[in-house]
């Protein structure tokens, strides 16, 4: 597994790049090729409401970009072919928990923004709102999905926006997908809060959950379960079976990202989600997370996911960590 995750990150990223550097192809090269089998590698489709991204011919999952407070995917299928988070409120399923209503599959978004509430859903919360897509790629190596977003506030005034890429590998076990996000100041001075609802999301499968009997919260410091929630890590793990098959979500923190390592706002009922900010809330001791962007500045976050089989070590988490951190990102798309 380990070794199969390295096959592709370097297909995807040392090889092209290298090629690149080197002269022998071009970026457009790159481009044009990844033009040309995407029914065999990844195929990236918009239809209405939602952008679908499908590995090998079979649906990985769904960007939804309209008709709900902010984007988010939905699902996420992994390597057993089933789904990895929750389905509710898209969809009822018998036996899921149905609280939290805006924890949606997985997501980006924040508690308090420029003091508005961007994180739950509702009168008197912020949105997200769709502006368009700068990048929709499908290829044999990867795809891409890279959109552009404004944060509004409840009277309709513009925060601040951001541009949200989603690249997505030709993988099976483990499944990889990267998310690069940058928020920019664009109206002025924006103000990240203190507070521990953030930022990150995801909510896992009913069945993987801790508190469900058989799941597991795992960190890159050893914190297992309770134990792991407002620690600081480099990566975090939640693994459970779903239908009878152990498999998991590993979340890594990009050593460039702000506070790295970041605090993770990991719950055993089943919320798995990287924060920053809310630092009163994990470490306590009159410590302030609060954070300024200039205006016209902009902050970007950069996270891998990987969708697993098995427990953590047998995944190979660790190490799949250190492939992160060392190999190149994959060569630019083409606007």
Known sequence: MHLTTCLVLLTAALTTWCLCV?????????????????????EVRQSDGAVEVLIRGELFTRYVFEGYAKPFCWPLIGPTG????RAYPMAQIEGEATDHVHQKSMWF??????????????????????????????GP????????????????????????????????????????????????PVTFGDTKEGMFGVRVAQTMT??????HIVNSRG???????????????????????????????HPQNLRHPTYWHVRTYGLFAPNPFGLSYFIGEGRDGSYILPAGESLTFRYRILLHRGPTEQAGI??????????????????
């Open 210 to 215: 801790v508190d469900a009997g058989q799941g």
């Open 22 to 42: 080197a002269g022998l192809v071009t970026f457009a090269g790159v481009a044009e090729a990844q033009d040309e089998a995407p029914a065999a590698g990844v």
């Open 141 to 188: 190596l990867f795809g891409v999905i890279r959109a552009r977003n404004d944060w509004l506030g409840p009277d309709g005034a513009k925060v601040c926006e951001d541009v949200r890429e989603l690249r997505v590998y030709n993988a099976g076990d483990p499944r990889v997908m990267d998310f690069d996000i940058t928020i920019i100041a664009s109206e002025g």
């Open 318 to 335: 660790p190490e799949a960590y250190g492939d992160y951190v060392r190999l190149p990102a994959a060569p630019p798309s083409a606007p």
């Open 109 to 138: 978004t924040f508690g308090e923004v420029n003091g508005i509430d961007f994180w739950t859903e509702g009168e008197g919360r912020g949105r997200q709102v769709h502006r368009g897509f700068e990048i929709l790629e499908s």
């Open 82 to 85: 089933k789904p990895v988070t």
């Open 223 to 253: 914190e297992r379960d309770r134990e792991a929630w407002g620690k600081a890590a480099e990566w975090c793990d939640y693994y459970g079976p779903v239908d009878g098959e152990v498999v998991g979500i590993a979340i890594m923190d």
